[in-house]
C-alpha cells in the first residue's frame, strides 16, 4: 500500500488506509506495507489504527537506515520494517552521499537496533539490480549477520528482464541458501509482472505488488496479474482469494481516485467483454476460444457488447439475456441500426440495443420492475450504504445493502431484493 499511494496525485487519509487494510486482509495477502510512519503524523495515526484491527497479515511500515525512522515504526504498534538503504553507487554518490564503508555500516547499525526492538526485518537493497554485484553481497550478508528476517534486493527503476531476473535471484539464493528473498520490481519497462514470476520461479519466497499496478512513475507489479498467472499458468495456490479481486481493484481505485484503464489485465472493464463478431460467434459456443480466464475466477463476468464489429449470434445472445428475442428479419434490421450508430463513432450501450430492439419489433417500453425510491449514504469515513424501493407488478420490495461504492451499494440492493424474489 505504501508504494501504490506513492502514484503522484495518490493521498490517503489514515480511515482510506485502514478501508483498504480491510480488504487487502480479507483478500488474503500475507503481509502489508501500511505506509511511512516517519512521513507525516497523519502516516503514524494510519499505521497505527491499522496494528490494532487485528488483521491476519503482518503490517509492515517502511523506515530508512536512520534511528529516528525505526523508532517511529516502533512507537507505531507495526511489529515489522521494511528497511530500505541503497545499494548502488550511483544513489550512494548522488543521494546518500555515502562511502560503501558507511553503507555497510549503517546495514549493520539499523538492522541490529530494529532486531533489538523486536522487530521483524526485511532489508531492501534499493536500486539493487545496479549495483556493483560483489558490494550487493557484502551488504546482504552484513544484514544477515545483523538478524535481517528477508532480504528484497529492490528492481527499483525496472530494469531486469525476466531472463535476467531469473539468473540474479538464482545466483543470490546459490550464495546464500539459509536466506528467504523477497522480489520487489517496478513497471517501467512493462515488465514487473513478468519480472516477479521469474524470481518466484527461481526460488524468492516473497513478491511484493500493488492492487492495479499502482505505483510511483510506471507504477509496481500488479498484484491480480501476479496471483491469476501463478494460478492459471504454473497451477501454484496462493492465499489469496481470486474471487475478491475485482472488489479489492474496485476499492483501491475509488479511494485512491485512479481509474483503472479499461484493458487492464483481470480487472479492466474490458477484460472479459466481447464485440467482435468472429469472437462472439466463437464465445457463445465455447468460452475458451477466446477467454483463457474464466470470468468467474476473477469476481467477473461475461459481457457481450453491441458495436460495429458485433456479428448476429452475439447480438443474439446479448438480446436473448435482456428477455427480447427477435426474429431474422428484427435482427437484420437491429444489426444495421447499430453498425450504423457504430460507423458514425457512437458507443452502442446495453440500454442503447434494449432500445433499438423494442422499436424494431414493436415491444412495449413497459418495465416489469420500477424503481420507486433510492437512497444513498456514503462518505470518507462511512460505508456506501443504498437502500432501494422496488415495485414488481403491483408487488413492493423494499431492501439494503453495502457496497465498495454508492452506485456498488445500490446494484446490491436491487440484486438483494430481486434473489429475495425469486427464492
Not at 143 to 150: E, Q, T, Y
Not at 252 to 271: C, D, F, H, Y
Amino acid at each position: 500500500m505504501r508504494d501504490g499511494e506513492q502514484t503522484p496525485g495518490v493521498s490517503l487519509t489514515p480511515e482510506k488506509k485502514l478501508r483498504i487494510s480491510r480488504q487487502l486482509d480479507k483478500l488474503g495477502v500475507d503481509a502489508i506495507e501500511a505506509g511511512f510512519t516517519a512521513a507525516s503524523e497523519g502516516e503514524m495515526e494510519a499505521i497505527k489504527l491499522i496494528t490494532k484491527e487485528g488483521l491476519r497479515a503482518e503490517v509492515f511500515s517502511f523506515a530508512r537506515g536512520v534511528k529516528s525512522d525505526i523508532d517511529a515504526v516502533i512507537d507505531s504498534g507495526a511489529n515489522a520494517v521494511f528497511l530500505v538503504i541503497p545499494a548502488s553507487d550511483l544513489h550512494l554518490q548522488h543521494k546518500l552521499k555515502k562511502t560503501r564503508e558507511d553503507v555497510l555500516s549503517l546495514t549493520e547499525d539499523c538492522t541490529r537496533y530494529a532486531k533489538d526492538h523486536g522487530l521483524i526485518v526485511e532489508l531492501g537493497a534499493e536500486d539493487a539490480t545496479r549495483s556493483d554485484p560483489a558490494f550487493l553481497r557484502k551488504m546482504i550478508g552484513t544484514g544477515v549477520s545483523a538478524g535481517a528476517d528477508i532480504v528484497s534486493p529492490c528492481d527499483t527503476v525496472g530494469i531486469l528482464t525476466p531472463e535476467k531476473a531469473y539468473a540474479f535471484f538464482s545466483d543470490l539464493i546459490k550464495d546464500f541458501p539459509e536466506v528467504p528473498f523477497s522480489a520487489h520490481c517496478h513497471d517501467d519497462f512493462g515488465m514487473a509482472v513478468a519480472n516477479s514470476v521469474a524470481a518466484l520461479k527461481a526460488g524468492v519466497k516473497e513478491v511484493h505488488a500493488t492492487m492495479n499496478g499502482l505505483g510511483e512513475r510506471a507504477g509496481n507489479a500488479a498484484l491480480e496479474e501476479i496471483v491469476v498467472a501463478l494460478k492459471l499458468l504454473y497451477n501454484i495456490e496462493t492465499s489469496v482469494k481470486l474471487d475478491l479481486l475485482y472488489d479489492t481493484s474496485m476499492l483501491v481505485s475509488r479511494l485512491a481516485g485512479i481509474p483503472v484503464q479499461p484493458n487492464k489485465a483481470i480487472t479492466g472493464e474490458n477484460a472479459f467483454v466481447h464485440e467482435s463478431g468472429i469472437h462472439t460467434h466463437a464465445i457463445v459456443s465455447e468460452p475458451l476460444t477466446y477467454e483463457p480466464i474464466p470470468p468467474e475466477v476473477a469476481g467477473r463476468t461475461r459481457r457481450l457488447a453491441a458495436g460495429k464489429h458485433a456479428g448476429s449470434r452475439g447480438l443474439r445472445a446479448a438480446l436473448n439475456e435482456m428477455g427480447i428475442n427477435p426474429n431474422e428479419e428484427q435482427l437484420k434490421q437491429i444489426i444495421s441500426r447499430v453498425k450504423t450508430l457504430g460507423d458514425k463513432g457512437k458507443r452502442v450501450t446495453d440500454a442503447d440495443l434494449q432500445a433499438i430492439a423494442e422499436t424494431i419489433m414493436g415491444l412495449p417500453k413497459l418495465r416489469s420492475i420500477n424503481l420507486e425510491e433510492l437512497t444513498v449514504v456514503t462518505g470518507d469515513r462511512v460505508t456506501p450504504t443504498a437502500s432501494v424501493r422496488l415495485n414488481l407488478s403491483g408487488k413492493i420490495l423494499i431492501e439494503a445493502a453495502t457496497g465498495i461504492g454508492p452506485v456498488d451499494a445500490a446494484m446490491n440492493a436491487i440484486r438483494k431484493a430481486v434473489q429475495r424474489l425469486s427464492r
